[in-house]
Nanobody, 117 residues
Framework: QVQLVESGGGLEQAGGSLRLSCAAS????????MGWYRQAPGKQRELVAS???????SYADSVKGRFTISRDNAKNTVYLQMNSLKPEDTAVYYC???????????WGRGTQVTVSS
């Protein structure tokens, strides 16, 4: 099993910045893609950003130019730098990971991000 532990959420004003971290531990061999999803009240969980072990990234259109995903493979940690935050970024943010040759998704417990207007 892979355990994912998020940190860095909180309350921020619109226009501000937050940085989320997610550390993976446990059975982390063959760990490939890691990413961030979010779920706002009454809405479906959506992909925010993802990054492969090799560094290829993808972003939701709504966060392009404002959020940056990165990872430290030596620390098995993925980060999400969130700038120019908007009230619509308010959600629970979940860390996600997948291994090579597997469609199984590992999830963290989530961290709340609240952006006030």
């Amino acid at each position: 099993q892979v355990q994912l532990v998020e940190s860095g959420g909180g309350l921020e004003q619109a226009g501000g910045s937050l940085r989320l971290s997610c550390a993976a531990s446990g059975s982390i061999f063959r760990l490939n893609a890691m990413g961030w999803y979010r779920q706002a009240p009454g809405k479906q969980r959506e992909l925010v950003a993802s990054i492969t072990r090799g560094g290829s990234t993808s972003y939701a259109d709504s966060v392009k130019g404002r959020f940056t995903i990165s990872r430290d493979n030596a620390k098995n940690t993925v980060y999400l730098q969130m700038n120019s935050l908007k009230p619509e970024d308010t959600a629970v943010y979940y860390c996600n990971a997948q291994k090579y040759y597997s469609d199984y998704n590992y999830w963290g417990r989530g961290t709340q991000v609240t952006v006030s207007s």
